[in-house]
């Protein structure tokens, strides 16, 4: 199964204010989300940043990509998820529910955590950065300080807007 981790981050790598604010990350970003979403047919987000979304502004929600199965990973078992959306315990339990369903590729898009756990497993297959022109101080990374590296290859470089530079690499293994 391939796994593509998608996300967009400021230039120095910040994924989100360290209250989980995404202000600095314009509406493009959310448009090239969605169209990896309707061409995956599939994502896998952490519980944080179901929960992140499910409180942002109408124009932004999981809800809308009726036809994807929506992954939520968290380690409580006991999470209650809404009708649509499908509860798995890690990674490797994400990754099964979506083969199950006949999938071969996947599409994450999870926080700093998740996006660490699917690392530190070896997982991850490609990665697509959308790097927004800004620098942010302080905030929570694209990944969490952990046990783990990836050697990449850039394939593809394409320029999103004026302020998005969308960097495409192959996960070398």
Do not use: C
Request: proline share 1%; aromatic share 10%; glycine share 8%.
């Amino acid at each position: 199964m391939k796994v593509t981790l998608f996300t967009a981050m400021s230039l120095n790598g910040i994924i989100a204010r360290k209250n989980g604010d995404e202000d600095f990350l314009s509406n493009d970003n959310w448009n090239s989300f969605s169209d990896l979403v309707n061409s995956f047919q599939n994502f896998i987000v952490g519980r944080k940043t179901f929960e992140a979304v499910k409180n942002w502004n109408e124009g932004y929600d999981f809800d809308d990509f009726k036809a994807a199965k929506k992954i939520v990973v968290s380690g409580d078992h006991n999470y209650k998820l809404d009708g649509g959306y499908f509860l798995a315990l890690n990674p490797k339990k994400a990754l099964e529910i979506l083969k199950g369903k006949g999938f071969n590729r996947v599409l994450i898009a999870g926080g700093s955590g998740l996006n660490s756990s699917f690392a530190k497993a070896n997982l991850i297959d490609e990665v697509i950065l959308n790097v927004e022109s800004v620098i942010i101080g302080e905030g929570i990374p694209l990944f969490l300080s952990n046990d783990f590296e990836l050697n990449l290859k850039l394939v593809d470089v394409k320029k999103i807007s004026n302020s998005i530079v969308q960097l495409h690499y192959k996960v070398t293994k």
